[in-house]
Antibody, heavy 123, light 108 residues
Framework: EVQLVESGGGLVQRGGSLRLSCAAS????????MSWVRQAPGKGLEWVAN????????YYVDSVKGRFTISRDNAEKSVYLQMNSLRGEDTAVYYC????????????????WGQGTTVTVSS | DIQLTQSPSFLSASVGDRVTISCRAS??????LAWYQQKPGKAPKLLVY???TLQSGVPSRFSGSGSGTEFTLTISSLQPEDFATYYC??????????FGQGTRLEIK
């Protein structure tokens, strides 16, 4: 079964750090771009970051640049999101998602999603 | 950055109705557009990719159309399980991906 399972969410103080993990199974992980998408309480979806199959390209939404770092370990079939200098507006459910394979993989959308992990930043 | 504007934001309809949701992009994105369905407390589910290709396993009452900057998602005959929130998403580049603000579809 194709599956993504996130972990690492929790309650953290403003200015603190948290590392999210996403474990993949059931597909050839090293062949896919991976993404993180978040959803603040009662709000819509927001793309956060992407990482290429081999980790050589990484992209971020402007609001997290310089604070968040996406990484992956293909041997462990996992993708990570290191979140530093957390703010109240980072409070959200964070989903990892599979985002296509190859040069035109973005054509295919995000076809596999995890169940999400909740991050709450307190003041 | 490419902005997506969905309309309407809220839609009230009955079982059996035909509904259409629109999504407009602020610049041309070819057909790099996807549609998702999300139910409360659940992860989004991919319905349509490449603007008009139905994801495997998605019922044929769902269809997508459009290209360039104007796109639509149509549900031909609403079923009880279709009441949810729908999002469009542009993936014109891996460097910047955006979602529309969402359309909440409720039972009339």
């Amino acid at each position: 079964e194709v599956q993504l399972v996130e972990s690492g969410g929790g309650l953290v103080q403003r200015g603190g750090s948290l590392r999210l993990s996403c474990a993949a199974s059931g597909f050839t992980f090293r062949s896919y771009w991976m993404s993180w998408v978040r959803q603040a309480p009662g709000k819509g979806l927001e793309w956060v970051a992407n990482i290429k199959e081999d980790g050589s390209e990484k992209y971020y939404v402007d609001s997290v640049k310089g604070r968040f770092t996406i990484s992956r370990d293909n041997a462990e079939k996992s993708v990570y999101l290191q979140m530093n200098s957390l703010r109240g507006e980072d409070t959200a459910v964070y989903y990892c998602a599979r985002c296509g394979s190859g040069t035109y993989g973005n054509y295919y959308g995000m076809d596999v999603w995890g169940q999400g992990t909740t991050v709450t930043v307190s003041s | 950055d490419i902005q997506l504007t969905q309309s309407p934001s809220f839609l009230s309809a009955s079982v059996g109705d035909r509904v259409t949701i629109s999504c407009r992009a602020s610049q041309v994105i070819s057909n790099y557009l996807a549609w998702y369905q999300q139910k409360p407390g659940k992860a989004p589910k991919l319905l349509v990719y490449a603007a008009s290709t139905l994801q495997s396993g998605v019922p044929s009452r769902f269809s997508g159309s459009g290209s360039g900057t104007e796109f639509t998602l149509t549900i031909s005959s609403l079923q009880p399980e279709d009441f949810a929130t729908y999002y469009c998403q542009q993936l014109n580049s891996y460097a910047s991906i955006t979602f529309g603000q969402g359309t909440r579809l409720e039972i009339k």
